[in-house]
């Protein structure tokens, strides 16, 4: 998964980084998403486009109608683990600042950062997680990369391309694409297996998409029936919510997601 360099860009450069082999997605201001956009978090957020994922359009947005007043599902009550307890309080602010994070990219990164400390150290319970990333049902939930921090958490920043992941749970397959608006998308999809709090995954194919021009697909030779393992690259996942998710790559990079809709179109 993500590299743990010093650029964004970086942290997902390899093909064990958060989502591709050459991931330089990132989460663009609103304003410069591809396609129509409601985002999950923020609720002044204005609409704008994301291009599409394969078979359709794809419409991100904030997905409003799932937003609880309630402070996050994963955070009940304390949790203890390795001789220390975790203030489930601690834990609610530090997904708070992420969440503003999300809505305002306007969080200092020392803020973000110190979150995903608090929120890796609580080592919450993991077993809703996957439900909540990928849905009961295929094609599963789309989220965008908000931020990606370096391994120790030692620096980060927010991310600056439109990077969307798709989960299907029920399926077990995961799609990650970069999108640049008209010009195109690459997109990567595959399979993944799930233990504990480990998402593995396995890229099986590339979506090449230029302009107007119907997509390019390329094998990448791995149709084979092995269940994708932590030689693979994975994700260890330490909180996800109806609203954000909070992953450690491979390589040790942290990352943080906005939960988005997608909307399939004629």
């Known amino acids: 998964m993500g590299s743990s360099t010093t650029a964004p860009s970086n942290f997902l450069s390899t093909s064990s980084t958060f989502l591709t082999s050459n991931s330089t997605h990132t989460f663009l201001r609103p304003s410069k998403l591809p396609c129509i956009s409601k985002i999950i978090l923020p609720p002044k957020i204005t609409h704008t486009h994301l291009p599409r994922f394969h078979r ?9 109608d799932n937003q609880s007043a309630t402070v996050p599902i994963a955070v009940q009550e304390q949790q203890l683990r390795k001789g220390v307890v975790h203030d489930a309080k601690e834990v609610e602010e530090s997904v708070k600042v992420l969440k503003n994070a999300a809505k305002t990219r306007q969080v200092p990164k020392e803020e973000v950062l110190s979150a995903f400390s608090v929120i890796e150290k609580a080592k919450l319970d993991p077993s809703g997680f996957l439900n909540t990333l990928g849905g009961s049902k295929s094609p599963g939930r789309t989220w965008m990369l908000i931020f990606t921090a370096q391994k ?52 099986e194919c590339i979506r090449i998409k230029v302009g107007p021009f119907n997509p390019l697909e390329i094998s990448l030779g791995q149709k084979d029936d092995r269940e994708p393992g932590t030689k693979d690259p994975f994700f260890v996942w330490f909180y996800i919510d109806e609203e954000i998710a909070v992953a450690r790559g491979r390589s040790g990079g942290t990352a943080f997601w906005c939960r988005c809709r997608h909307v399939m179109s004629p």
């Open 56 to 64: 359709g359009k794809t419409r991100a947005a904030i997905d409003e």
């Open 152 to 203: 120790q958490l030692k620096g980060g920043s927010y991310f600056p391309l439109t990077a969307v992941q798709r989960f299907d749970a029920a399926g077990k397959r995961i799609e990650n694409g970069i999108y640049l608006g008209p010009i195109g998308c690459l997109t990567f999809e595959g399979r993944f297996s799930w233990k504990n709090r480990i998402l593995a995954f396995i890229f």
